[in-house]
């Protein structure tokens, strides 16, 4: 078997770590290296156990997402689906993923089993945290089954959607960049990527998008004015769809070019992707520290600062 390699890439989650804070960013895509292996450090083994880590709030999109994931396989399937299918089925993974977590089953299969960083570092979940999270959970798969978006989707043939959660790649200048789509579908010559968010809207949504349009340009040949970006707000039942203008096409590809100077331009040798800690210094501004998932192997314990 050939021996995996910690390969450089471009990613919307890797770009925004390394502008969060630049420990972080060496932590999560560095020090983890081989954490899954017997053998490692302990250090990489914590690394690799944090990116996998989430808070209540990445849970509950996730579980969003996963739901709505298995709503649209099963119609793939043609089997049958309904909203109170749906919200069971979000009420078993949020009590299976609290009970996991609670539990540390994650020492044993960190990759597959939950680890809130709520319960990790010992901080006091009310119950009116919970209930809000179960509650904004439920209110954003209510919002998908009853929205202009669903039923768009139910009425288009199958034969012509093109992605249900999606990871993918395509190159800018011989660097692999990934991006994982929602859902895509093409009808009447016209591919349509959704982006479903269970948060509120962020600047940085379209641009998201519009790297998804960069996907499709190069994976599926489809030209950008045949593209329209739909992120669906789905707390607030919005779905904002809109062309891809040439224009964000340039910008968007001059961002990640840009990022990925950054990034290499931080590295001891860019050309086998090799990084030290010395080079990514902790960020000055400390507020964030409280809610990093690597607070741990950063500070030696639970952050306590100002």
């Known amino acids: 078997m050939a021996e995996i390699t910690n390969e450089f890439a471009w990613s919307v989650s890797r770009h925004r770590s390394f502008h969060e804070c630049l420990r972080l960013y060496y932590l999560a895509h560095y020090a983890f290296w081989g954490g899954w292996e017997w053998g490692a450090s302990e250090l990489a083994k914590k690394c690799y156990r944090f990116t996998k880590m989430k808070n209540l709030d990445m849970w509950a999109g996730e579980i969003v997402h996963a739901v709505i994931e298995w709503a649209l396989h099963r119609l793939w399937e043609r089997k049958p689906i309904t909203g109170e299918a749906m919200r069971e089925h979000a ?38 945290r919970t209930d809000a999270i179960k509650r904004r959970v439920l209110r954003c798969l209510e919002n998908f089954w009853t929205s202009e978006v669903f039923a768009f989707i ?6 012509a959607w093109k992605a249900i959660e999606k990871v993918g790649t395509f190159h800018l200048n011989d660097v692999r960049i990934w991006v994982k789509i929602d859902f895509a579908l093409a009808h009447r010559e016209t591919l349509y990527i959704y982006d479903w968010k269970s948060g509120q809207e962020d600047a940085d ?34 779905a904002r769809e809109q062309t891809v203008r040439p224009e964000q096409v ?3 590809k001059e961002e990640i070019l840009q990022s990925i100077a950054r990034m290499r331009a931080r590295l001891v040798d860019p050309a086998r992707n090799l990084a ?21 192997v950063c500070y030696g314990g639970r952050y306590e600062g100002a």
Not at 154 to 159: E, I, K, N
Request: a neutral charge.
């Open 154 to 159: 139910r009425s288009v043939d199958r034969a």
């Open 250 to 252: 340039i910008e968007v």
């Open 91 to 128: 009420i078993s993974r949020l009590r299976q993923g609290w009970k996991e977590s609670r539990e540390r089953q994650w020492e044993q299969d960190p990759k597959r089993r939950l680890n809130l960083f709520e319960h990790y570092y010992g901080i006091e979940v009310p119950p009116e």
């Open 276 to 296: 030290r800690p010395e080079d990514f210094p902790m960020t000055t501004e400390t507020w964030r520290c409280r809610r990093c998932f690597f607070q741990e």
């Open 205 to 238: 949504d379209l641009r998201q998008l519009v790297c998804y349009a960069l996907y499709a340009m190069e994976q599926w040949a489809v030209p950008h004015d045949r593209i329209r970006i739909v992120p669906v707000y789905l707390q607030e039942g919005i």
